[in-house]
Every structure is written in structure tokens, then in C-alpha cells.
T-cell receptor, first 116, second 114 residues
Framework: DTGVSQDPRHKITKRGQNVTFRCDPI?????LYWYRQTLGQGPEFLTY????????KSRLLSDRFSAERPKGSFSTLEIQRTEQGDSAMYLC??????????????FGNGTRLTVT | GQQLNQSPQSMFIQEGEDVSMNCTSS?????WLWYKQDPGEGPVLLIA?????ELTSNGRLTAQFGITRKDSFLNISASIPSDVGIYFC??????????????FGTGTLLAVQP
């Protein structure tokens, strides 16, 4: 399967703990995105990378959140000192951009985070 | 965060019926996308639209990019039980490569009775 891969699929953690999620994009895609989705809502943009550069961050991304894409391939999203309000599905997506052409975003199956 | 207005919120139909849903925005977009999401899975791309007025089909699905660039609709003809899921529209404004984040709609839950 050559789609977007996310790990783990599910994570249960206690409030105050740190968690880290990983995303492996489609191999030829140079853009990688993180979205958050809560129950009954559409996905909301958090941040995106072009290659290793983080180009935009949403105001939803508090200072407890940090994302990296060190070699322009896989990415990690870390949440420090988790709160119950962080419980959500965290979705990763990737796309390919060259010049003015953008391919549509393709999503992974997400990591479901539950903070108790 | 910003979300687009999508209607209806939910639809309960009989197998074989046609379905129509739409999405509106207060801002213009230069790309509209439609995704389907099954429980516990990520959204799966159904149709991508790149030009105002464009009408595109994918099997039993047809989507249109509104002339005003502020709306889009999706039709599903002759629905079948596996069409069950949540359908999301998503708009994108990609200006000079500065960003191409998607703004999603609130979703339409489709239930199909065999």
C-alpha cells in the first residue's frame, strides 16, 4: 500500500503526559499537512510543510504542539502536557506541488487520541 | 476554526434514490474537493474541481464548481448501501503558491436503507 500511513492508530493517555504521532506521506509528495477532527466536525487545519520547511501554522496550534519534518519525508506531531480538550482524531495528508500545480490532498487513516 | 456551510446535515434514503448535497462559502475558492469518510477512517477523495462552472463525474457521482466560486454541489445517482458515510466538501484558495490548506465543510451524513 502506498498511501499515507499514520502511527499509532489509537492512543490513550493521561492528562499531563506527552504524546508523539508519526506520519509517512506518499513517497513522491513534497507537501505534508496535519489536521485535527473532533466528533461531528470536519477536519481543521493545523500546519503544513513543504519538504522540511514548516510554512504555515494555524492559531489552533498552541505552544504545546510541535511538528517536525526533519528530512522532508516523514513527520512527527508532538503534544506536550496533554489536556482533555486535545482528544480528537489527528489526520495527516500529503500532496505534490510543482510550479503552480497542486495535486489534491490524500489523507491517512488518522491517530485517535483520547486524554483521560 | 473556519468551516464551510454544508447541507443537508443528514439524509436517510432508500436504496436506488438519488442524493444531492451542497456547500457554500463566504469566500471564493479556486479549487473544490469532495471527500467521503467512513467511521474510524480518514477522508477519501471522490472528485476534484478546478474551474468555475466545471461539471465532473466519477461513476455515479457528479459534482459542480459554482459559477460564483463560492459554492459546489455533489449528486449521487442510484444510491447503494455502500454509499453510507459522511461526505465533506472542501475549498482551497491557492494564491501564488502561498498556501493550499483546505477548508472543510461541516459534513453530510448519508444513510441508505436497503
Amino acid at each position: 500500500d502506498t498511501g499515507v500511513s499514520q502511527d499509532p492508530r489509537h492512543k490513550i493517555t493521561k492528562r499531563g503526559q506527552n504524546v508523539t504521532f508519526r506520519c509517512d506521506p506518499i513517497s513522491e509528495h513534497n507537501r505534508l499537512y496535519w489536521y485535527r477532527q473532533t466528533l461531528g466536525q470536519g477536519p481543521e487545519f493545523l500546519t503544513y510543510f513543504q519538504n522540511e520547511a514548516q510554512l504555515e501554522k494555524s492559531r489552533l496550534l498552541s505552544d504545546r504542539f510541535s511538528a517536525e519534518r526533519p528530512k522532508g519525508s516523514f513527520s512527527t506531531l508532538e503534544i506536550q502536557r496533554t489536556e482533555q480538550g486535545d482528544s480528537a482524531m489527528y489526520l495527516c495528508a500529503s500532496s505534490f506541488r510543482v510550479g503552480v500545480y497542486n495535486s489534491p490532498l490524500h489523507f491517512g487513516n488518522g491517530t485517535r487520541l483520547t486524554v483521560t | 476554526g473556519q468551516q464551510l456551510n454544508q447541507s443537508p446535515q443528514s439524509m436517510f434514503i432508500q436504496e436506488g434514490e438519488d442524493v444531492s448535497m451542497n456547500c457554500t462559502s463566504s469566500s471564493i475558492f479556486n479549487t473544490w474537493l469532495w471527500y467521503k469518510q467512513d467511521p474510524g477512517e480518514g477522508p477519501v477523495l471522490l472528485i476534484a474541481l478546478y474551474k468555475a462552472g466545471e461539471l465532473t463525474s466519477n461513476g455515479r457521482l457528479t459534482a459542480q464548481f459554482g459559477i460564483t466560486r463560492k459554492d459546489s454541489f455533489l449528486n449521487i445517482s442510484a444510491s447503494i448501501p455502500s454509499d453510507v458515510g459522511i461526505y465533506f466538501c472542501a475549498g482551497q484558495w491557492d494564491y501564488g503558491g502561498a498556501t493550499n490548506k483546505l477548508i472543510f465543510g461541516t459534513g453530510t451524513l448519508l444513510a441508505v436503507q436497503p
